[in-house]
């Protein structure tokens, strides 16, 4: 069985949008190489459909040589055969299952309802991606702590924001910071954390199954990214 393991350490729950900081959160991951701001999200969003395919797939006690072999030689994920786009897809699900370090979770994008299973998805997105992670902590939180609903140009500003003051050297054109920007805005659509017609965000109900994992974990200033904050 999977062991869970605590995701982040010495969370600073106080988070500032003004000039000085991109974001007063500081995530701190478990293992000793740590994440990076990447431009990884240009071509990255939610990808369910294949999370689920995948999760089925792990649950079944496949190892990953075993499910790369199923998915390319029955297409599972339907894409254009021979496509190099499947092998990046599936490398992809599997790191964030892998993250999710939970047979639990994993059986939840499996097999529960899409509602909670695109909350786990997105959950396992932000584990691998710390541009997700962070804009949900410092931007999304912050909107449900607020009661600002309304979502216009957020992803950019967060980017820009990020790019500008980083320590971390980062040098995202313009051309970049939109493709992930349009990204993250889908994976939140996806989610349903952001209703695409009316941009504004959306009153969720976090999976049971997610936040008692988050909580075990130590990690409870990630539940306000899904609006809660009890």
Request: hydrophobic share 40%.
């Amino acid at each position: 069985a999977l062991s869970p393991m605590k995701i982040l350490t010495d969370i600073d729950i106080t988070c500032s949008q003004s000039e000085n900081s991109p974001c007063e959160r500081t995530v701190m991951p478990i293992r000793t190489s740590q994440l990076k701001y990447t431009s990884s999200l240009t071509d990255e969003t939610l990808r369910f459909r294949e999370m689920r395919i995948v999760a089925k797939l792990v649950l079944a006690g496949k190892s990953d040589r075993e499910i790369r072999g199923e998915v390319i030689s029955e297409n599972l994920f339907q894409f254009k055969a021979g496509s190099s786009y499947t092998q990046k897809v599936l490398r992809r699900a599997l790191k964030r299952l892998h993250a999710l370090e939970s047979r639990e979770l994993i059986a939840a994008v499996a097999e529960a309802s899409s509602e909670s299973a695109k909350q786990i998805c997105l959950y396992s997105m932000m584990l691998t991606n710390k541009v997700m992670m962070d804009f949900m902590l410092c931007v999304i939180a912050e909107k449900y702590r607020t009661f600002d609903r309304q979502f216009n140009g957020d992803t950019e500003k967060f980017l820009n924001r990020i790019s500008q003051q980083s320590p971390q050297p980062i040098n995202w054109s313009v051309l970049t910071i939109r493709a992930m920007a349009k990204s993250m805005r889908n994976a939140l659509c996806e989610a349903g954390i952001l209703d695409r017609k009316s941009k504004t965000l959306q009153p969720i109900l976090i999976p049971a199954v997610l936040r008692q994992t988050i909580i075990e974990r130590g990690n409870r200033a990630i539940l306000t990214a899904f609006n809660d904050f009890e």
